[in-house]
């Protein structure tokens, strides 16, 4: 990605406080984002945020990165609240499904001109070149 870019973290089902950053440091598409992961769980409007971030990505495709954190999995988000939250505002776990799905594709890191690479918690140490992490099997729930 081109810099300039903001960089986002943890947003964790805040809904309004995502709608806040924007209001604070630019709309999409005027402002680039990249946001690393942990979209879901904890807050009360999981499913609100992470339905913006996939419009704002159909709509904007250049302009916001997702990236996949340890909550964008099934293991995490049914213990910490995005499956609950999913079962109560659509009565099924259909919802919850479908993203769990969506999240598999999200990508592990990004690069700001080659000189910034954004990714969610870190990876393992024996992980040491771009092409090792394009090797990772992302498809799948995270072991």
Same mark, same amino acid.
């Given at each position: ?45 999981? &499913?609100?945020? +992470?339905?913006?971030? @996939?419009? /704002? ?11 996949? $954190? ?28 479908? &993203?769990?799905? +969506?999240?598999?594709? @999200?990508? /592990? ?11 969610? $918690? ?22």
């Amino acid at each position: 990605m081109q810099a300039p870019v903001t960089v986002c973290g943890d947003i964790h089902g805040q809904f309004y406080d995502l709608l806040e950053l924007f209001h604070n440091a630019g709309e999409v598409p005027r402002t680039r984002y990249i946001f690393i992961g942990d979209f879901v769980d904890r807050g009360f409007n999981s &499913c609100e945020t +992470v339905q913006l971030f @996939l419009l /704002l990505k159909l709509k904007y495709p250049g302009h916001i990165t997702l990236l996949r $954190g340890n909550h964008e999995s099934r293991q995490v988000s049914s213990a910490y609240g995005f499956y609950d939250e999913c079962v109560k505002k659509y009565g099924n776990l259909n919802p919850w499904k479908y &993203c769990t799905e +969506v999240f598999d594709y @999200l990508p /592990l890191g990004a690069s700001i001109e080659d000189k910034v690479f954004c990714i969610h $918690g870190g990876l393992s140490p024996e992980v040491r070149t771009f092409d090792q992490i394009r090797e990772i099997d992302r498809f799948r729930e995270i072991p």
